[in-house]
Each structure stands twice: as structure tokens, then as C-alpha cells.
Nanobody, 123 residues
């Protein structure tokens, strides 16, 4: 059974930093895309960042502030979030695909999802 478990969320003041982790089990994702998405109350789930085939992709809202990476030996993906803003408040989900992806921004491209971790940024 494949599981993705996020951790590292919490409450932080604007301008602060958090590092999210997504630990995978039941399947190796070293040759598959993994991504981060987020969903704020009343809004649709949106793409944040992804890593696929060694390449990374970021949403415009994340550029220059968020960095996605992964440790294949640990089967874990990370999202380093700096200069956080109140509008970054959301539940953050990690996702895993069956393959490397050309379009890593679409949630429909991912087969596996974590349960989410809450990130709250206070002003």
C-alpha cells in the first residue's frame, strides 16, 4: 500500500519559514514525479511546485520563495518555504505520480496523495 505522509506544517508569522516533508512508503518515487499542491478554504486546489526527472517546476506564487527538493535515498520530498505571506495559508498536500511528467502542474497527473498538513501564516 502506497502512503504519502506530510509533516512540518504549523503556525508562523509573515516573513518566516517552514520546511514541509513528504515521506513515501510502499513505492519508490525516484523515477516518478512528485509535487506539492495547496488548498485554501473556499478555493480550488492549486499547484505549488514539483520535481520530475531531476527538473523542478514552481508556480508563479512560489518563485523565489519556495524550493522543492527530494532525497531519493529516504524516498522523501521537501518544500522549503521562505518569506511566507498570509496568502500562503492553506492545507498543503504532497502527490506522487506513476511516471515522470511533462505536465507536472495538473493534479490529474498524480495517482497518490497525502492527507495534507496545515500551514497558517499570521500577519
Amino acid at each position: 500500500q502506497v502512503q504519502l505522509v506530510e509533516s512540518g506544517g504549523g503556525l508562523v508569522q509573515a516573513g518566516g519559514s517552514l520546511r514541509l516533508s513528504c515521506a513515501a512508503s510502499g513505492r519508490t518515487f525516484s523515477n516518478s514525479a512528485m509535487g506539492w499542491f495547496r488548498q485554501a478554504p473556499g478555493k480550488e486546489r492549486e499547484f505549488v511546485a514539483a520535481i520530475s526527472g531531476g527538473r523542478t517546476s514552481d508556480a508563479d506564487s512560489a518563485k523565489g520563495r519556495f524550493t522543492v527538493s527530494r532525497d531519493n535515498a529516504k524516498n522523501t520530498m521537501y518544500l522549503q518555504m521562505n518569506s511566507l505571506k498570509p496568502e500562503d495559508t492553506a492545507v498543503y498536500y504532497c502527490a506522487g505520480s506513476l511516471f515522470n511528467l511533462v505536465d507536472s502542474r495538473s493534479p490529474n497527473s498524480y495517482r497518490y496523495w497525502g492527507q495534507g498538513t496545515q500551514v497558517t501564516v499570521s500577519s
